[in-house]
């Protein structure tokens, strides 16, 4: 269980490689990484997004195939190529009027350190970085790829009284 009143939560941000894919990505014969999307994370992103929270991915990568699977979630705030995660972190909260207290962030290795330091819930899956760890609030205890965005979005949906609450749980 999470320790935070997670009736304050607003919004979530997700990394991309290693939060909502696994921490390993084979090379296409095109020399693109080949990425991993969690079917269960995907159900929960998308309920979260017709409940009405904020959802955001901020990522290093650039990739066509991440735009198109989140889109076709519901999510429209995609950051992609992002090298400095913190600044396009603090835009999206200005633009979008959130607090930081009202943010959970997931992340999993350095670049998503100072973000992270910065939120009122930075979270991580069970694979992060030490050093992301340490400065974690909560510990999933999935791994990158493997339900970690599930884990959070449910316990967040549920403590608002959101998860199956409506005819939105039971659709796509």
Known sequence: ???YDLSRIRAFVFDVDGVLSM?????GHDGQ???TANIKDGYALQLAVKSGLKVAIITGGRSSAVRERYMGLGITD???GVSVKVDAYSEWLLREGLKEEEVLYMG???PDY?????CGLPACPA??????????????PMCGGMGCVRDVIEQVLRAQGLWMSDEHAFEW
């Open 1 to 3: 269980m999470i320790n």
């Open 23 to 27: 921490n390993n990505i084979s090379i």
């Open 33 to 35: 990484p080949q990425r």
């Open 78 to 80: 995609i950051f992609q």
């Open 108 to 110: 999993d290795d350095i």
């Open 114 to 118: 100072e973000a992270m330091s910065r």
């Open 127 to 140: 694979d992060a970085a030490p050093e992301i760890r340490d400065i974690a609030r909560y510990i999933s």
